[in-house]
């Protein structure tokens, strides 16, 4: 009974997942610029959540950061997420970041999507950054590698949470599509 239970629970989450690939990984992974083009691939939607909170709080994420703080923030983030998933069975999601470091909205994200951890090297997240013209980072803080380092060190055990990790270091933007294309369609499977 109890591994039926067990197994019966498994398919139930495979069933609720079955049609979403979520993005995560860190700022300058690639989830933006190539989850468009997997869902482009997919044919199915692509969902920014960042761009759902910004039109759910009314403003740009930095002004929500300014005004109302991390935890608000986090509060839209949750329930975004939760409409993106009940509004879409199928479709590629680029989360923020740090979505991870919330327990509870992880776990929904691991339970309702297929994860895909888009990793890079810390120096090709940077390059990656400054090259969409963020020079934010290297003028504001000395420390910005290091920075990242830790962040990336601390997030880690998170991220290896995904059903898949797909790494874009070294990779122009055809091939990651395509390598990334290719996972997806082995999670959907």
């Given at each position: 009974?109890?591994v039926?239970?067990?197994?019966?629970?498994?398919?139930?989450?495979?069933?609720?997942?079955?049609?979403?690939?979520?993005?995560?990984?860190?700022?300058?992974?690639?989830?933006?610029?190539?989850?468009?083009?997997?869902?482009?691939?997919?044919?199915?939607?692509?969902?920014?959540l960042?761009?759902?909170?910004?039109?759910d709080?009314?403003?740009?994420i930095?002004?929500?950061?300014?005004?109302?703080?991390?935890?608000?923030?986090?509060r839209?983030?949750?329930?975004?997420?939760?409409?993106?998933i009940a509004?879409?069975?199928?479709?590629?999601?680029?989360?923020?970041?740090?979505?991870?470091?919330e327990?509870?909205?992880?776990?929904?994200?691991?339970?309702?999507?297929?994860?895909?951890?888009?990793?890079?090297?810390?120096?090709?997240?940077m390059?990656?950054?400054?090259?969409?013209?963020?020079m934010r980072?290297?003028?504001k803080?000395?420390e910005?590698m290091?920075?990242?380092?830790?962040i990336?060190?601390?997030?880690?055990p998170?991220?290896e949470?995904?059903?898949?990790i797909?790494d874009?270091?070294?990779?122009?933007?055809?091939?990651?599509?395509?390598?990334?294309?290719?996972?997806a369609?082995?999670?959907?499977?």
């Amino acid at each position: 009974a109890d591994v039926a239970a067990m197994l019966d629970a498994n398919f139930d989450a495979l069933a609720a997942r079955a049609g979403r690939v979520a993005l995560i990984g860190l700022r300058g992974a690639g989830k933006t610029s190539l989850g468009r083009r997997l869902s482009d691939a997919l044919d199915v939607p692509f969902v920014e959540l960042n761009r759902l909170i910004e039109a759910d709080y009314g403003a740009s994420i930095g002004e929500l950061l300014a005004l109302a703080g991390q935890p608000v923030f986090r509060r839209h983030e949750r329930r975004c997420l939760d409409q993106a998933i009940a509004s879409h069975k199928h479709a590629v999601i680029a989360t923020g970041g740090g979505i991870v470091t919330e327990p509870d909205t992880f776990a929904t994200l691991l339970r309702n999507c297929h994860c895909v951890w888009l990793q890079a090297t810390p120096e090709e997240h940077m390059k990656r950054v400054v090259a969409q013209g963020d020079m934010r980072p290297m003028l504001k803080n000395r420390e910005a590698m290091a920075d990242l380092k830790s962040i990336l060190e601390a997030r880690t055990p998170l991220y290896e949470r995904a059903g898949a990790i797909f790494d874009t270091s070294d990779l122009d933007e055809d091939a990651a599509a395509k390598g990334l294309a290719a996972v997806a369609r082995s999670l959907l499977s």
